[in-house]
């Protein structure tokens, strides 16, 4: 495998809608090309507090960063700087609080938008700072930077599910219909990522209520999905339930880096013969 990853953070998508809308992926598992885990998020079920323990491993009460008001540098491993010191490239087109985890806390939106610096633990960089920035335009935007350059690390994260959950709530049509152009978003670039040698992970942060919020410890709010399209991994529906954090080693492994010492063992299951190597 050439341990190169995208992978897709699809804020604010519940289980339910993954397993009803997106029906490229479900396809994918279902005809044993792709591995899918139901995630039950970590609390608090925020934002802020989900994108560091996606990228370092690491619960909410030992990060610190405990609601999405906390605003400033995380002070952990991170798996940017893991990346950069596996002397990986990385590209990174996300919602502004990544910049201000990993690279300029606060957001200048002025001099932060774009970023491009080698010598930094993302290469380059996109962030938008409005929420309803169109999810099309970022994955067109990522398709565009990556005929450009090669990276080794592509994060996309759209936030168009998560701002009609906010407006419209899960249950609505606003919120489905979010779902639904993702899945074709998805179903129009997995392939091209595939053929270009990546391994592809879609996942989410957190779920959404029925009332438009998340944070706390409902089904609603904390249910979501994973999806990996890698051969590494043994295909499929898996009744295995994982966490959030089980996303960042993961992503390590995908990305052919060593976990950190604060990281979970890897508990996605592989290939018997994968394992027999290991």
Not at 34 to 51: D, F, Q
Not at 272 to 278: A, G, T
Request: charged content about 20%; proline content about 3%.
């Amino acid at each position: 495998m050439p341990n190169k990853a995208v992978f897709v953070l699809l804020d604010g998508l519940q289980s339910q809608y993954a397993r009803e809308h997106l029906g490229y992926l479900e396809h994918c598992v279902e005809k044993q090309k792709a591995a899918k885990y139901e995630v039950l998020g970590e609390l608090p079920s925020a934002s802020r507090p989900m994108y560091e323990t996606i990228f370092t491993g690491v619960s909410a009460l030992e990060h610190g960063i405990t609601n999405n008001g906390i605003v400033r540098l995380s002070n952990q491993k991170h798996l940017f700087q893991m990346l950069k010191n596996a002397h990986k490239k990385s590209l990174v087109l996300a919602y502004y609080w990544i910049s201000e985890l990993y690279l300029s806390s606060p957001f200048d939106r002025n001099q932060d938008m774009v970023h491009q610096d080698a010598n930094s633990c993302i290469d380059r960089g996109f962030f938008y700072y409005e929420d309803t920035f169109p999810d099309s335009h970022l994955y067109s935007m990522a398709a565009q930077f990556m005929k450009q350059d090669t990276y080794d690390f592509v994060l996309i994260h759209p936030m168009g599910i998560d701002d009609a959950g906010h407006k419209f709530g899960a249950g609505s049509k606003e919120y489905s219909q979010a779902v639904i152009q993702n899945d074709k978003l998805l179903s129009t670039y997995i392939p091209m990522w595939l053929d270009q040698g990546y391994s592809v992970v879609v996942a989410a942060d957190h779920g959404m209520s029925e009332q438009g919020y998340h944070g706390g410890n409902s089904d609603s709010q904390r249910n979501t999905a994973l999806y990996i399209i890698d051969s590494r991994m043994r295909q499929g529906f898996s009744k295995k339930q994982l966490t959030t954090l089980d996303i960042a080693p993961l992503l390590c492994y995908v990305s052919g880096i060593e976990t950190s010492e604060k990281m979970k063992d890897l508990e996605v299951d592989l290939h018997d013969e994968n394992k027999e190597e290991q």
